[in-house]
């Protein structure tokens, strides 16, 4: 085991070399159980995807939709669509059958409980973009939001940690924007945080991505210690099942076509071509509802314009629910937060227990 001693004994590169290797350990990526692709296009060449274009809202009370491919066993019932971990490598998820390019979406949702569960629901695109709301079942008053670029995880200082009253027990509407400018994601249609693309140090999300949401055990055995530490593990299966519930997910498609292609292997939005449509072709403009397609449930069930309402007209004056002090641009639609942002770096957090950790004799039980 690494003690103090033994760290103030090394000469100043080994030592630096150490406290980065295990700050790696630490934070090992979130979202592993979602985080994968069968095809990156920034190595050759790959199928387009399939585009919604348009917007849809699903009621998951009503059954199963197709305008989702199961993954594991999710089940239905009265409060929409349950994923359950009951034992070492469950990890039910629900994949969209198509690929949004920018655009927005709400998700209204329980977050399953548990130490070391780990609820997740996640924009991604086949280079690895990706965009995120993540829930530790330890902590029932949070939610993380992350976001990386191409898979990069070159630093770890992305994350910020979001109070949310009972996450388990009470339901929650969680949302995320995403244009070509800038991240907005809100808790009950009140603004948490704000990613400008400028403010992104080159790892902005800007490829089609598909959404993917359920839950998995960052803290089961089998899993590294940096992610079985970071999902406040390990998971004790006999406390189970964990379940977490989706009720109903609405999404905007903020371009048109019938799918997405990239035009060269440099990942940029500007190189992406839409098929019969056009790349932010529904940006600032009125987006018709659809039918989400045919439900797989019994007869009878339906899909639910989005947002209920037959149409949305998308402006960038205002943002619902946004904080004092927070103001919106009204020729760039870009948020601006005020001089101090109620936000908490989860690397932060981190290195404090680590600091505290080498002050108490030991790094978090971390074996070199």
């Not at 069968?38 to 190595?43: E, V």
């Not at 940690?161 to 969680?174: A, D, F, K, L, R």
Request: overall charge negative; proline content about 7%.
């Amino acid at each position: 085991m690494l003690l103090l001693k033994d760290l103030l004994a090394m000469s100043a590169p080994l030592r630096l070399i150490t406290i980065t290797t295990i700050t790696a350990l630490l934070f090992t990526r979130a979202s592993l159980a979602q985080t994968f692709t069968s095809c990156n296009p920034t190595q050759g060449q790959c199928p387009s995807n399939t585009a919604l274009g348009r917007s849809i809202s699903v009621d998951f009370t009503a059954g199963a939709s197709d305008e989702f491919t199961p993954v594991g066993n999710p089940t239905y019932g009265p409060d929409g669509v349950s994923f359950t971990v009951a034992a070492g490598g469950d990890a039910p998820q629900l994949h969209s059958n198509w690929y949004i390019m920018f655009g927005k979406y709400e998700i209204t949702m329980k977050t399953a409980p548990g130490a070391g569960i780990v609820s997740s629901s996640v924009l991604q695109s086949d280079d690895l973009d990706e965009i995120d709301w993540e829930w530790l079942g330890a902590q029932n008053d949070q939610v993380q939001t992350n976001y990386f670029g191409k898979g990069q995880t070159t630093t770890y200082d992305r994350a910020t940690v979001v109070s949310v009253n009972n996450t388990q027990g009470e339901w929650h509407t969680y949302g995320i924007e995403w244009t070509d400018q800038q991240i907005v994601w809100q808790v009950d249609g009140t603004t948490v945080r704000v990613l400008k693309a400028s403010d992104a140090n080159g790892q902005y999300p800007q490829t089609p991505s598909q959404l993917r949401f359920g839950p998995w055990s960052g803290g089961d055995p089998s899993n590294p210690q940096g992610t079985v530490s970071w999902s406040e593990g390990p998971t004790d299966y006999a406390n189970g099942p964990f379940v977490m519930v989706v009720q109903s997910v609405s999404v905007v498609d903020y371009s048109t076509g019938s799918s997405y292609a990239y035009g060269d292997r440099g990942g940029s939005w500007s190189s992406i071509m839409s098929d019969g449509g056009r790349v932010n072709g529904n940006v600032g403009g009125s987006v018709v509802a659809a039918p989400a397609g045919s439900v797989t449930s019994a007869p009878g069930n339906s899909v639910v314009p989005a947002w209920s309402t037959p149409s949305m007209t998308l402006s960038y004056t205002n943002y619902p629910g946004l904080p004092t002090g927070w103001s919106v641009n009204p020729t760039t639609g870009k948020v601006v937060p005020p001089s101090a942002a109620s936000s908490v770096d989860v690397p932060i957090r981190f290195l404090c227990i680590a600091a505290c950790s080498l002050l108490g004799g030991s790094l978090l039980g971390v074996w070199l």
